[in-house]
């Protein structure tokens, strides 16, 4: 319960740092995806149901705020989630490659969706471009934040729950507790 | 003791009915979009003031950035170039205008007004878009200040886009450069109409797409396009940009380029609303 809390507030913090601060710290006229780090991170870490639970409201507040068509991004973001909670069988505490390639590659995904949701509906079909373009200077640029919210929600995390309750296969045991 | 079995659901019934309802609302959403108002505002409601005051600190950080790519005393002295330019820039601008306005465009089209007499509300952008694909952003007034929807949104004296949504207190404004974006414009000099679309993979070298311009006409690189006296939600004659390097569709049988626009999309902070929204009823019922 504490996790759905502490993930509810770090959603609502990324989405305001993302849409007020990052469009000023902009690079190659990219901002970084915090929300899809949040998404990956979460599912990741704690199993399918915390990723989709993520992913929904990271969606759900995209939607309402800037779409014109809510359920497009939740969409995204939901199957997002729930991939990488699939990907939470490869989770180990101290390693940081996976993740951060899980967090990669979330990115790279929600740009493909995107564009295919979005951008391809509309007959807009040079691919290569936007993919070079905007999806893999965001993915990288994301990966650069993703280390540092990646370590603060594991440093969190072990404040909620201390060491010794973690066990292997925690995602059965932990989730409801 | 337990105290209760708590019951699990397997997640993959529960991405079932999520994906379900995403299909659901989104048809609901798109086929009634008033319905959807409500849940918007709530968010935005509590969202958007939020934002409102994080928005300073941003504008802090791109300040000190401003100061580590360059010097300080030398920001000051191009902002105050910058400042007279804007200065004559615009009086150029007003001269040109006014002179255009006795040659052309009254005896062309009969307009009486120009923008610059229109109504004028002043607007703070307070966020932006969260990705990388859109160009909208929110501005922090709204319906109780007059906003309408399909209002036009201008930045110095160049066209920033349309009002798309209104919520209480806040707007949301969709820029010319967004990839969804057309807005019919009329060529200065020739007095052409054209498109202006926005266009996401041109947006990295700062420019945007016309297309629709007649083959047979004759335009030089620079000439500047102003909003149409066609179009249905922009009001006639607000400076959009400058086209360069026109050359034929695919067609053959109008003529396409790119367009620079007027306003500085990068570092916009400030924006003017137009209270008047064009009137086109009529217009609207007849293409119904």
């Not at chain 1, 690079?27 to 992913?55: C, D, E, Q, Y």
């Not at chain 2, 006795?102 to 009969?110: A, E, P």
């Not at chain 2, 004659?237 to 007027?262: A, F």
Request: a negative charge.
């Amino acid at each position: 319960m504490k996790r759905f809390i502490s993930m509810f507030f770090l959603i609502v913090i990324g989405f305001l740092l993302q849409t007020t601060v990052f469009p000023h710290i902009q690079l190659l006229n990219v901002i970084p995806n915090l929300l899809i780090v949040l998404t990956a991170a979460s599912g990741f870490m704690w199993g399918r149901k915390f990723g989709l639970f993520t992913g929904f409201l990271c969606g759900g507040l995209m939607d309402c705020m800037y779409n014109d068509v809510i359920g497009i991004c939740i969409f995204i973001f939901v199957v997002i989630g729930y991939i990488n909670g699939i990907a939470n069988k490869l989770y180990f505490e101290d390693d940081l490659s996976i993740p951060l390639a899980a967090i990669a590659i979330s990115d790279l995904l929600y740009g493909i969706l995107y564009y295919i949701c979005m951008f391809l509906m509309r007959g807009r079909l040079n691919m290569i471009s936007y993919f070079l373009n905007i999806m893999v200077p965001e993915a990288i640029y994301t990966i650069i934040f993703g280390i540092f919210i990646y370590k603060f929600i594991h440093w969190l995390d072990g404040k909620l729950y201390p060491p010794e309750e973690v066990s292997l296969d925690h995602e059965e045991n932990k989730l409801f507790s | 003791m337990r105290k209760k079995t708590k019951i699990t659901i397997d997640p993959k019934y529960i991405l079932v009915i999520i994906l379900l309802f995403c299909v659901l609302i989104g048809i609901i959403s798109y086929r009634f979009e008033d319905k959807m108002t409500p849940i918007r505002s709530v968010v935005e409601n509590v969202i958007a003031p939020m934002q409102k005051g994080i928005n300073t600190v941003g504008k802090r950080i791109a300040e000190q950035r401003k100061y580590f790519t360059t010097l300080q005393t030398e920001v000051k002295k191009n902002e105050q170039l910058q400042e007279q330019l804007n200065e004559l820039t615009i009086e150029n601008k007003q001269l040109r205008q006014n002179q255009y306005e006795l040659d052309n465009f009254r005896k062309l089209y009969q307009v009486d007004e120009q923008y610059a007499n229109l109504p004028k509300v002043a607007a703070r952008i307070i966020s932006s878009d969260p990705d990388n694909w859109s160009n909208t952003f929110i501005i922090d007034k709204g319906a109780e200040d007059g906003i309408k929807k399909n209002m036009n949104v201008m930045a110095g004296e160049g066209l920033v886009g349309i009002v798309i949504r209104v919520n209480n207190s806040y707007a949301k404004v969709r820029s010319i450069i967004d990839d969804d974006s057309e807005v019919y414009g009329t060529i200065l000099d020739s007095s052409e109409n054209c498109i202006v679309s926005g266009d996401l993979e041109l947006m990295k070298n700062g420019v945007i797409s016309v297309s629709g311009i007649d083959k047979n006409a004759e335009i030089e690189d620079g000439a500047e396009v102003v909003t149409s006296q066609l179009s249905y939600k922009y009001l006639p004659g607000i400076p959009i940009g400058y086209i360069r390097d026109l050359e034929k569709d695919t067609s053959n049988v109008t003529q396409k380029g790119y367009l620079t626009p007027i306003v500085d999309f990068s570092s916009i902070n400030m924006v003017f609303v137009i209270t008047e929204v064009k009137a086109s009823n009529e217009l609207e019922e007849i293409l119904k």
